[in-house]
């Protein structure tokens, strides 16, 4: 009876997410879009964004730039970033688009990045907290941590709080975009953060990041809201993204995924008032 119940589950979320969550369900959603609000402009406005050399962080990053901000490119890997910042400033036609070398796995990297990075003194309009990982083996950090917590909870936490001062400079139009996924809501809070009590699944694992990373953008609501930042967590849809590919391929397989106009979402969110 639980199969049977769990099956159909599984059925009725895919329906939901095929109508909902790929191409022709953002086509349907955004014709309740306003359209004044996708046509603001960032001109001057900087903005960050992680995991960005490929995927949904480089569309967003593209989307960013196309609207005139300083868009900061943040990527553990110096070639494939020189790569994408190139691209994006030659399809933008916008050059104030930089390449920020910094490791997300590794808590002591971020710190060392956010030192550099806040020593120019400059506020922080947008953060997109983008980069994620879906790693099936158990994998440890130097720092101790299980990876896919390392960079999804660890990373974007340790991230996020570094930039506060910096965003609170740009208040009242300071943004925080979390990309979570349609992977939380199968994942309840737990206190196994480090996925050590049982046989480790990296799906599962996966999930549970995406679910505290919406936990804790609705802590930093509370406790940065008065300080004119907004916070918000976002599910872009379901893309043919490199990390999709390789962690979900039956998924893709399934679905005849496309890459969306993911960065449409993640602009929607920034520019919304409160």
Request: charged share 20%; net charge positive.
């Amino acid at each position: 009876m639980f199969s049977a119940h769990k099956a159909w589950k599984a059925a009725a979320f895919g329906v939901h997410g095929h109508l909902n969550f790929t191409k022709s369900g953002f086509i349907e959603h955004s014709k309740k879009f306003n359209e004044e609000d996708m046509k603001l402009q960032l001109d001057g406005k900087n903005c960050v964004v992680t995991g960005a050399n490929s995927g949904i962080g480089y569309a967003a990053a593209e989307a960013l730039a196309f609207r005139g901000g300083n868009v900061y490119m943040v990527c553990r890997n110096k070639e494939r970033g020189e790569i994408a910042v190139s691209k994006v400033q030659s399809v933008t036609g916008n050059k104030n688009v930089y390449l920020e070398l910094c490791d997300l796995s590794s808590i002591s990297h971020i710190k060392s990045w956010a030192s550099r990075f806040i020593s120019r003194k400059q506020p922080v309009h947008v953060l997109v907290n983008n980069a994620g990982l879906l790693e099936k083996k158990r994998i440890t950090t130097s720092e101790g941590l299980e990876l896919n917590f390392a960079v999804n909870v660890a990373g974007t936490f340790s991230l996020t709080e570094l930039m506060v001062p910096l965003l609170e400079k740009a208040e009242p139009d300071a943004r925080v975009i979390t990309v979570s996924s349609d992977g939380m809501y199968t994942a309840p809070l737990t206190e196994d953060l480090q996925f050590s009590e049982r046989i480790f699944d990296g799906d599962v694992q996966y999930a549970r990041t995406k679910r505290v990373q919406v936990a804790l953008t609705e802590r930093w609501a509370k406790l940065y809201g008065e300080k004119g930042i907004v916070f918000y967590s976002m599910h872009p849809g379901w893309a043919m993204t490199p990390g999709v590919v390789k962690g979900l391929p039956e998924l893709c397989k399934r679905q005849g995924l496309e890459i969306l106009l993911v960065s449409y979402f993640v602009i929607f969110c920034c520019l919304l008032d409160d």
